[in-house]
Structures are given as structure tokens and as C-alpha cells.
């Protein structure tokens, strides 16, 4: 049974500093993983997707790397700002299941002004 | 459609009501599902259309709660006789999948409360 876990739970960093969320998965036998972002009260707005014959995406100042052999992804913020403040989860996506995804339990980020 | 919409957005039921939550996915997009989301946790899944057909229903925690897209479109949530353990967010999403490249949309979510 696939299981995916986010390290760590809740980060608190200043305007500024260069992070790294961490995602691991026990079965390497994904499709894909997805990073998204949540708003408190909001839903869930995709930020990165990696294929799984894909070693890292980037969007601006977001990058996000996956290793299928240790069972792991990263999201690197670069500069980062109070407006990044939210929730960061990411999704393992089964193929085989339908392509449901497996989420995390997020990292609930902080930048300080 | 622009996004991926849902309704309502707030739901307060008494115990044991029930209650019936919409969803209306990107238009064209195949793949339809229903996720669950408690406080302070990541969102877990309930239940996965493609088209019309409900292909997986193995999340659905128990016997009281139905699903259905019956023309291909929107889909509706229904949860019978609910408990204060149905306090979550209810999150839907769709997605091209089978097509590439997968990416699964997500609508704002309907949080319902059962007091």
C-alpha cells in the first residue's frame, strides 16, 4: 500500500531564506507526483508536476525534483516570501488505481516578514 | 468551465440529516473524484468516475455515503443520516486521465460541519 509522508509538519522561516519540503513514498511504482498548495479555507492549486520519467520541474521560483529509486521528492523555494505562507502538500499519483492521488500530510509553511 | 466548481461552499447539517454536495469539473475532462479532507490532515479519497461509471468507490467510509455523475458531468455527493465523524472538507477534482498528462484540478471545497 502506497504511503507518502512530508517532512516536516510545520516550518518557520524569514523573508528570505532559500527552503526545501520533503516528500517520501514507499512504492516506486508511481506515475507522477504533484505538488500543490493550500490557502487556509481554500482548495488545492497545483504547482508542480513531475512525470515519473522526469527528474526535477521548475516554475519560477519553485523546483521540484523527484528520485523514484529512494522514494523521494523535494520542493526548493528560492527567495522565499510572507505571500508563500500556506499549506504545501504532494501526491503520489497509482497509475493502476484509476489515477487517484495519495497525499501527504503537508507541511504548513510560515515566512516572516 | 474556467475551474473546477463546487457548492455550497458551507454546509451546517444537524445530526443525522442528510446532505447533498455538487460538483461541476473543467469541461471535457473525463476522470472525475472525490477526496476528503480532516482538519489538519492531507486529503484522503473516496471515490473516482470516469465518465459516467464509478470505477473505484473504496474510500467511501460507510454504506452512507453515495456518489453519482449520471451524465458524464456533474457529480453529486450525497451522505445520509450524518454524523459529527462526516466533519470535513469535501474536495473534488477532475482530470483528463486516461489522457496524458494527468494533472488533477482541484475545486475549492465544500466544508461541511455536523453539529
Known amino acids: 500500500k502506497q504511503e507518502v509522508t512530508q517532512i516536516p509538519a510545520a516550518l518557520s522561516v524569514p523573508e528570505g531564506e532559500n527552503l526545501v519540503l520533503n516528500c517520501s513514498f514507499t512504492?516506486?511504482?508511481?506515475?507522477?507526483l504533484q505538488w500543490f498548495r493550500q490557502d487556509p479555507g481554500k482548495g488545492l492549486t497545483s504547482l508542480l508536476l513531475?512525470?515519473?520519467?522526469?527528474r526535477e520541474q521548475t516554475s519560477g521560483r519553485l523546483n521540484a525534483s523527484l528520485d523514484k529509486s529512494s522514494g523521494r521528492s523535494t520542493l526548493y523555494i528560492a527567495a522565499s516570501q510572507p505571500g508563500d505562507s500556506a499549506t504545501y502538500l504532494c501526491?503520489?499519483?497509482?497509475?493502476?488505481?484509476?489515477?487517484?492521488?495519495?497525499f501527504g500530510q503537508g507541511t504548513e509553511l510560515s515566512v516572516k516578514p | 468551465g474556467a475551474g473546477v466548481s463546487q457548492s455550497p461552499r458551507y454546509k451546517v447539517a444537524k445530526r443525522g440529516q442528510d446532505v447533498a454536495l455538487r460538483c461541476d469539473p473543467i469541461?471535457?475532462?473525463?476522470?472525475l473524484f472525490w477526496y476528503q479532507q480532516a482538519l489538519g490532515q492531507g486529503p484522503e479519497f473516496l471515490t473516482y468516475?470516469?465518465?459516467?461509471?464509478?470505477?473505484?468507490k473504496s474510500g467511501l467510509p460507510s454504506d452512507r455515503f453515495f456518489a453519482e455523475r449520471p451524465e458524464g458531468s456533474v457529480s453529486t455527493l450525497k451522505i445520509q443520516r450524518t454524523q459529527q465523524e462526516d466533519s470535513a472538507v469535501y474536495l473534488c477534482?477532475?482530470?483528463?486521465?486516461?489522457?496524458?498528462?494527468?494533472?488533477?484540478?482541484f475545486g475549492p471545497g465544500t466544508r461541511l460541519t455536523v453539529t
Open positions: 512504492d516506486s511504482a508511481i506515475y507522477n
Open positions: 513531475i512525470q515519473s520519467s522526469q
Open positions: 501526491a503520489a499519483l497509482i497509475y493502476n488505481q484509476g489515477g487517484k492521488l495519495i
Open positions: 477534482a477532475s482530470s483528463s486521465f486516461p489522457g496524458a498528462p494527468y494533472e488533477q484540478y
Open positions: 469541461s471535457g475532462h473525463v476522470s
Open positions: 468516475f470516469q465518465n459516467e461509471a464509478q470505477l473505484d
